[in-house]
């Protein structure tokens, strides 16, 4: 990524350092984070870089951002008197990140920052969380400040839900700044605690591969509020403070509204996925592994059925994805990410790729949509500050 030369190009110079945060695929657990439950995700090599240096002149107490991405002239950030409201787009996640830092007490240092991506954005592969999680280590590095990982996921989750206005758990956060290569992610949004289970699908001849479908995902709009809201009023009806603190079937048929039934049933299997996986993944002596990615991959077409049908947040393309790719031979597949548009997530047999990745682009072309584009998802190493 050429966040460096963005650098010079606009600031003149150096900078004094350059991070990256990866986004984030999720192996399962989907609108499971907002209600308490389990989330297993993964690192993906993609991510925002952002090369940073400190203000040596006046204004002290300014950012200076620009994007690649983002062609237009920079945007000039007053770290005195920063509050919700006062920037807007792409830079309102960094600026979103010194705003939390501060509100916690932390000092932030006035600096320049040029922001690069190679991450397909609105795809639901995290691309904000990943913009907040680089900013995050950027500042805290620049200024010296020494915030633990765990407060920094909580700082830009902060930034996301309090400065940007949208209402997302902690998953992508967490995915970001805290996952590590060759594993995927066991967090407990609950506790908070987390464990790192390793996962190796090319060592069981499979891989992984995310389709982008094109549709546009945006967490802004209304609709993944909605399903949050939805869940909530599940929880309050039940007498329970979330739905991770269902029990069994028979307290989701005390439900009598039938979408919020549903919904419950959602979060309540898709629990019991991410722990099934788990099992699989640290499992059974004598399962040999391609069976273990055989029974992952019916529980990632199990997820999507629920996503599709009890949460209701899946989109066409999506649908189709998952039926081109396991008509194909995926072990199986999935919407991942907040839905409505974005990715699908497929687990398939390395002597199936292409043929998955065929039917899958012809089964676009058949129904006149924007050509999917497939990044093969290798779980990555969480955000650094990269040597230059
Ligand atoms: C988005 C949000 C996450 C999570 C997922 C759905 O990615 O940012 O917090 O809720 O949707 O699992």
């Not at 997302?168 to 995915?175: F, N, P, R, V, W």
């Not at 995927?184 to 289970?197: A, F, H, I, N, P």
């Not at 199936?352 to 584009?373: I, L």
């Amino acid at each position: 990524m050429k966040s460096a030369e963005l650098f010079g190009e606009r600031f003149g110079g150096e900078p004094d350092g350059v991070w990256l945060a990866p986004g984030r695929a999720n192996l399962m657990g989907e609108h499971t984070d907002y209600n308490d439950g389990f989330v297993l995700p993964f690192a993906l090599r993609q991510g925002i870089t952002a090369a940073a240096a400190r203000r040596g002149g006046r204004p002290a107490r300014r950012l200076t951002l620009c994007s690649r991405q983002e062609p237009e002239a920079a945007v000039e950030v007053d770290l005195d008197g920063l509050e919700p409201g006062r920037v807007t787009g792409w830079a309102a996640y960094p600026a979103g990140v010194a705003w939390a830092l501060e509100a916690a007490g932390h000092r932030v240092p006035g600096a320049c920052i040029a922001i690069d991506s190679d991450l397909p954005t609105s795809a639901g592969l995290s691309s904000s969380a990943a913009l907040e999680c680089a900013t995050a280590l950027a500042l805290t590095d620049l200024g010296g400040l020494d915030v633990p990982r765990g407060d920094l996921v909580t700082l830009a989750r902060r930034a996301e839900n309090e400065f940007v206005g949208a209402p997302t758990g902690i998953m992508d956060q967490s995915a970001s700044l805290l996952c590590r290569a060759g594993h995927v992610l066991l967090l407990d949004c609950r506790s908070l605690e987390t464990s790192q289970v390793p996962f190796d699908p090319a060592a069981a001849g499979a891989g992984l591969l995310v389709v982008n479908t094109r549709a546009r995902h945006e967490l802004t709009d209304g609709e993944y509020g909605q399903r949050r809201a939805e869940c909530e009023e599940a929880a309050r009806r039940l007498g329970i403070s979330s739905l991770r603190d269902i029990t069994g079937v028979g307290d989701i048929a005390r439900l009598t509204d039938p979408v919020l039934r549903r919904r419950a049933r959602h979060v309540v299997t898709d629990n019991e996925r991410v722990l099934e996986v788990v099992a699989l993944l640290r499992s059974s002596p004598g399962v040999a592994a391609e069976e273990v990615y055989r029974q992952i991959g019916r529980l990632l077409a199990q997820a999507h059925v629920s996503l599709r049908d009890d949460f209701e947040v899946s989109w066409p393309q999506a649908d189709e994805a998952v039926e081109a790719a396991m008509a194909a031979g995926a072990y199986g597949a999935r919407m991942i990410g907040g839905g409505f548009g974005g990715s699908v997530l497929a687990l398939v047999p390395a002597a199936a790729a292409s043929a998955v990745r065929a039917a899958v682009t012809a089964a676009f072309a058949r129904h006149g949509w924007t050509a999917p584009e497939f990044l093969d998802a290798i779980p990555a190493d969480s955000a650094r500050r990269l040597v230059v």
